[in-house]
T-cell receptor, first 114, second 113 residues
Framework: GAGVSQSPRYKVAKRGQDVALRCDPI?????LFWYQQALGQGPEFLTY????????KSGLPSDRFFAERPEGSVSTLKIQRTQQEDSAVYLC????????????FGDGTRLSIL | AQSVTQLGSHVSVSEGALVLLRCNYS??????LFWYVQYPNQGLQLLLK??????LVKGINGFEAEFKKSETSFHLTKPSAHMSDAAEYFC???????????FGAGTRLTVKP
């Protein structure tokens, strides 16, 4: 079966542009997570979905960041009016349930803001 | 909130030598602990996990880790390093009370021939 798929793999945008990053989780996985990974750092939690419900968005760094999962499957992370500090790898992960189940990660989207 | 600390951002071993990557956690409730490996330009791959039960857990590629509550540690070991083990390793913790998984800063493992 297919793993977690993220697109695009690489995205270059000019400062001030809006970007949208897509995540296709493993089929049947209820939980979906977004992380931001800065160069040389571990992933930092952004937000969590259980099916279509966004249960936790405490990690979103500003109101320019928005995530959705309208049908409980594919998720999109949108960043408005991008800034240079948004440059990072954005990782998506899915799992059957949260907490004690391992998360399965996609290969990430490397976002570069010029 | 829970957290993990990985001691040593870089570890270098010779091929065939013991690998020891250190992880200490902090949690006010019983933790769930994980080790992930990340190869360049790839996502994270699960090596092993501890949730409950046996404190010595075995994972893929010959890795294992031992949960020591008294020391709040979950160190990763492998008896004999292989060149293909060179990668970035992340320790992570979650709990029943939190939705997010907290990662350490990572340890880059280099294997010398």
């Amino acid at each position: 079966g297919a793993g977690v798929s993220q697109s695009p793999r690489y995205k270059v945008a000019k400062r001030g542009q809006d970007v949208a990053l897509r995540c296709d989780p493993i089929s049947g996985h209820v939980s979906l997570f977004w992380y931001q990974q800065a160069l040389g750092q571990g992933p930092e939690f952004l937000t969590y979905f259980q099916n279509e419900a966004q249960l936790d968005k405490s990690g979103l760094p500003s109101d320019r960041f928005f995530a959705e999962r309208p049908e409980g499957s594919v998720s999109t992370l949108k960043i408005q009016r991008t800034q240079q500090e948004d440059s990072a790898v954005y990782l998506c992960a899915s799992s059957l349930v949260a907490h004690n189940q391992p998360q399965h990660f996609g290969d990430g989207t490397r976002l570069s803001i010029l | 909130a829970q957290s993990v600390t990985q001691l040593g951002s870089h570890v270098s071993v010779s091929e065939g030598a013991l690998v020891l990557l250190r992880c200490n956690y902090s949690s006010s409730v019983p933790p769930y602990l994980f080790w992930y490996v990340q190869y360049p330009n790839q996502g994270l791959q699960l090596l092993l996990k501890y949730t409950t039960g046996a404190t010595l857990v075995k994972g893929i590629n010959g890795f294992e880790a031992e949960f020591k509550k008294s020391e709040t540690s979950f160190h990763l070991t492998k008896p004999s390093a292989h060149m293909s083990d060179a990668a970035e390793y992340f320790c992570a913790v979650s709990t029943l009370l939190n939705n997010d998984m907290r990662f350490g800063a990572g340890t880059r493992l280099t294997v010398k021939p």
